[in-house]
Nanobody
Framework: QVQLVESGGGSVPTGGSLRLSCAAS????????VGWVRQAPGKEREAVAA???????NYIDSVRGRFTISRDKAKNTLYLEMNSLKPKDTAMYYC????????????????????WGQGTQVTVSS
């Protein structure tokens, strides 16, 4: 099994920045692809960024150019750098990981991951 623990969420004003971290433990050798998924109240969850098994990186259009996903395999840690935050970015953000060998775009479209963290809240005030 894999355990994922997020940190770094908080409340910021419009235009602010946050850096989310996700520490993985357990059977981390199982992790091939990773991503960040968010869910706002009353809305469906959406994968905002992902790194595929081939190293491909992809973002949904609404965060492209503002968010950066990165991974430090040596530290078993995943990051999401979020800049120019907007109120519509307010959501619970989840770290997610998968065992399958697929491109980043697959995870953005399917939001299908095998492991999930407990989430960290991001609130952007107007």
């Amino acid at each position: 099994q894999v355990q994922l623990v997020e940190s770094g969420g908080g409340s910021v004003p419009t235009g602010g920045s946050l850096r989310l971290s996700c520490a993985a433990s357990g059977a981390t050798d199982d992790i091939v692809s990773v991503g960040w998924v968010r869910q706002a109240p009353g809305k469906e969850r959406e994968a905002v960024a992902a790194i595929g098994s081939d190293g491909s990186i992809n973002y949904i259009d609404s965060v492209r150019g503002r968010f950066t996903i990165s991974r430090d395999k040596a530290k078993n840690t995943l990051y999401l750098e979020m800049n120019s935050l907007k109120p519509k970015d307010t959501a619970m953000y989840y770290c997610a990981a998968a065992r399958s060998h697929l491109k980043a775009l697959y995870y953005l479209r399917s939001v299908k991951f095998d492991y999930w963290g407990q989430g960290t809240q991001v609130t952007v005030s107007s």
